[in-house]
């Protein structure tokens, strides 16, 4: 079993940035893809970005390009978001997935473990 705890969501003004953390536990997930996704209320949980197990591949939805990365530390068992140049659309709650089969896809269906989600509000 894994457990994915995401925080370092928060309330930011537009064109701030925020760094969202990922600890997993109860596996080691260096062998594994893992993705970001993002539901605002009323919509449903959509892609934000993915990386491969060595970190070497990522993906983004071309609503966050150049303005989100993401990277990992398999020693620290840990994924990391880098949001800048916040917009008031980016508000949602945030999750982490593991995909235990290291595809990092933009597809919800497609990871196998979930956090719980942390909120992410941007003022305008």
């Known amino acids: 079993q894994v457990q994915l705890v995401e925080s370092g969501g928060g309330l930011v003004q537009a064109g701030g940035s925020l760094r969202l953390s990922c600890v997993a536990s109860?596996?080691?997930?260096?062998?594994?893809?893992m993705g970001w996704f993002r539901q605002a209320p009323g919509k449903e949980r959509e892609f934000v970005g993915g990386i491969n197990w060595s970190g070497r591949t990522t993906y983004y939805a071309d609503s966050v390009k150049g303005r989100f990365s993401i990277s990992r530390d398999n020693a620290k068992n840990t994924v990391y978001l880098q949001m800048n140049s916040l917009k008031p659309e980016d508000t949602a709650v945030y999750y982490c997935?593991?995909?235990?089969?290291?595809?990092?896809?933009?597809?919800?269906?497609?990871?196998?473990?979930w956090g719980q989600g942390t909120q992410v509000t941007v003022s305008s």
């Open positions: 109860g596996r080691t997930v260096n062998m594994y893809g």
């Open positions: 997935a593991l995909d235990l089969f290291n595809r990092a896809t933009p597809v919800v269906h497609e990871y196998d473990y």
